[in-house]
């Protein structure tokens, strides 16, 4: 499965207490939202939106790891995402639809599975206000 970083969005499903689609098992923890994929599905998605982003995932194939560690660098500013991985740009992308973007939490993400997995996280670093550029790009 993939894995992801969620940001730009709002803690689902909760709406005044209540369970906004009881189809779906979801908490608290659960979050609407941009999401960068990675490690097997690299690219951008919109969680509970318009799903798929039309983001090529293909550069981050070619530089990421399957079953090892990544380094990955997320700069989201306005409407702009960038992303590095393993020290190379693979995405430049603006959201052509900014009023979705909400403050919200930054969500990390195990996608569900039929069969035990985890994902571990390491180093993890935020920048408030950052520069307007991928500090990790080589």
């Excluded at 992303?83 to 190379?88: D, I, L, R």
Aim: with cysteine.
């Amino acid at each position: 499965m993939h894995s992801g970083v969620a940001f730009w969005g709002q803690v689902y499903p909760l709406a005044d207490g209540k369970v906004t689609d009881p189809k779906r098992d979801r908490t608290e923890y659960t979050c609407k939202g941009h999401l960068v994929m990675f490690p097997s599905n690299w690219g951008m998605y919109d969680l509970f939106g318009r799903h798929n982003l039309k983001v090529d995932g293909g550069p981050a194939k070619k530089v990421g790891k399957q079953h090892d560690w990544n380094d990955i660098e997320i700069l989201a500013q306005g409407n702009r995402v960038r992303v590095a991985v393993n020290g190379v740009a693979v995405v430049d992308w603006r959201d052509p639809e900014p009023e979705r973007i909400q403050e919200g939490p930054i969500g990390l993400q195990l996608h569900s599975n039929k069969v035990p997995q985890e994902v571990h996280f390491k180093g993890l670093v935020l920048t408030t206000f950052p520069e307007d550029r991928l500090v990790t790009v080589k």
